[in-house]
């Protein structure tokens, strides 16, 4: 039987968001609390049903996870690897076969750029893990090293966004393993930067250029016996670190035609970078034609600066003042807003109550709005995916927790104030609060991409539109500091 030592360390880093991201933000797992993650449709999950299929051996140790957000406190990584060590020191006697990350691949601490790169650095160290090949899965938007490519045999990464497929791609790295240590052939990774950064909103798989640079990526993996997998990364443009934006990264188990490959990939994504650019509607434009049109399903307006899942606080009040200064009847907005759902804890169901709605730490004043609102309803926030295969399953399980919530309402336009950011990845976020989307006029959606594989049901109609927030699709609006701007595109241009 084959023994495998399992590590999890999962976050995006948002280095443009003021908060920075905490111990207590992130959810650990600990040995046999990682084995009971076998239900969902995490990537964790992908992992150990494999191994419970093949009857392999393993080792858990731990696994920290926490929702994108700002720069992660140094203390966090420190914490993760003295636990790990701890954990290691007990089991160290028994002979590995593999290594199993799942990762995310774009955290950042205070410290270290490049977190994933560290690990597997800190792994290496270890005498008796030195020579033990490393295996795992990882986010399509991570910021992938020449650290993790040198230091990895096998690191696969998602192949679609939305993010349906983390459980069957964690599923295919750990077959992946396996066939390489029964065939005694362990491959090696190469990878290339492409120098270009897409904002998040233009890396949907749906779309060129990804779904072009995927169906190029599964073709030559067909063609070519040597390759195992390749990886189509398209980066994550937030993460303010020197090794950043789209690359490619081959898995073979010889070098034979890799470079040709990944040299064509790189050729392809440079031809095509202008489609990962994003075009913005002016909000004010798009809320008159809502206001003077019919239509016969929700008008969805992306709010992608205050994407979510990109790590932004979900608090912006720009799509939400539009709303309502507009008398846009019927329509929706979620905002994060945990002190607000504080103050109505006392207010009835049906009464009014005087509300300053929005965020002072990352936006200006104007952010803010002071609103006479009518309770409608509150509840704890918790619901269950509607879509097992969502994009949230990912990292958060298929049982998510908005924290106490509050339904409100202000000139026919309906709040929903959470206490737990939480990305508009699932219709069960609304449902759970008594409130059928799909009747709605319009929405406000605080998220790039993955939206789409729960939005799509209801809504054909959708506009991004330019908002407040730090997730910019203008990447030239974003201040980088350690990004190089003269070699990447569209920083560059
Ligand atoms: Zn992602």
Avoid at 229 to 238: E, K, L, R, S, T
Avoid at 251 to 263: D, L, P, Q
Avoid at 410 to 415: L, N, P, Q, R, T
Wanted: positive net charge.
């Amino acid at each position: 039987m084959k023994n495998i030592l399992f590590i999890g360390i999962f976050h995006e880093t948002n280095c443009f968001i003021k908060q920075k991201t905490l111990l207590k933000d992130f959810e650990i797992l600990k040995k046999k609390e990682i084995l009971n993650l076998t239900n969902d449709f995490s990537q964790i999950s992908g992992f150990l049903n494999f191994c419970k299929n093949k009857n392999l051996n393993v080792f858990p140790t731990v696994s920290f996870t926490a929702t994108p957000s700002g720069i992660v406190e140094n203390k966090v990584f420190e914490i993760f690897w003295k636990k790990f060590i701890k954990i290691f020191n007990k089991i160290k006697q028994n002979k590995f076969d593999a290594i199993y990350l799942s990762l995310h691949g774009a955290m950042v601490t205070e410290k270290i750029f490049d977190v994933e790169g560290e690990l597997l650095k800190r792994l290496k160290k270890i005498k008796t893990l030195k020579n033990i090949p490393v295996f795992g899965v990882f986010d399509l938007h991570a910021n992938f090293t020449k650290k993790m490519a040198k230091l990895s045999n096998a690191l696969i990464c998602y192949q679609k966004n939305p993010h349906t497929d983390s459980y069957k791609i964690a599923y295919r790295a750990a077959k992946i393993m396996y066939d390489s240590l029964n065939k005694k052939l362990i491959p090696k990774t190469y990878y290339m930067n492409a120098k270009i950064l897409w904002p998040p909103s233009g890396t949907s798989t749906l779309k060129n250029p990804m779904r072009k640079l995927e169906s190029e990526a599964r073709k030559y993996e067909k063609e070519n016996k040597n390759i195992l997998a390749i990886n189509v990364i398209a980066g994550f443009a937030y993460s303010d670190v020197p090794e950043n934006g789209v690359a490619f990264s081959v898995i073979a188990t010889n070098y034979k035609n890799v470079s040709i490959i990944i040299k064509k990939l790189v050729l392809l994504a440079n031809k095509l970078k202008l489609k990962g650019l994003v075009k913005e509607y002016d909000l004010k434009k798009i809320i008159t034609m809502i206001s003077s049109k019919k239509f016969n399903q929700p008008v969805l307006l992306i709010e992608s600066a205050d994407n979510i899942g990109g790590g932004s606080p979900g608090n912006t009040t720009d799509v939400m003042r539009s709303l309502i200064s507009n008398n846009i009847k019927n329509s929706g907005v979620i905002i994060n807003d945990p002190l607000n759902v504080k103050k109505l804890k006392n207010v009835k169901v049906g009464d009014f109550c005087k509300l300053i709605i929005g965020d002072m730490q990352n936006y200006k004043k104007q952010n803010q709005m002071i609103l006479k609102v009518k309770l409608i309803n509150k509840t704890n926030g918790r619901f269950t995916l509607e879509d097992k295969q969502s994009h949230l399953a990912a990292s958060r399980g298929e049982k998510i927790n908005m924290g106490n919530c509050a339904l409100v309402q202000c000139s026919g336009v309906y709040i929903l104030l959470t206490s737990i950011k939480t990305p508009p990845f699932d219709l069960g976020q609304w449902k759970s609060q008594g409130l059928d989307p799909a009747k709605l006029t319009a929405i406000g959606v605080k998220a790039a991409a993955a939206y789409r594989q729960a939005y799509d049901k209801i809504s054909r109609i959708s506009y991004n539109v330019k908002t407040s927030g730090p997730c910019q699709s203008d990447l030239n609006k974003i201040k980088y500091k350690n990004v190089i701007k003269k070699s990447f595109f569209p920083l560059n241009s």
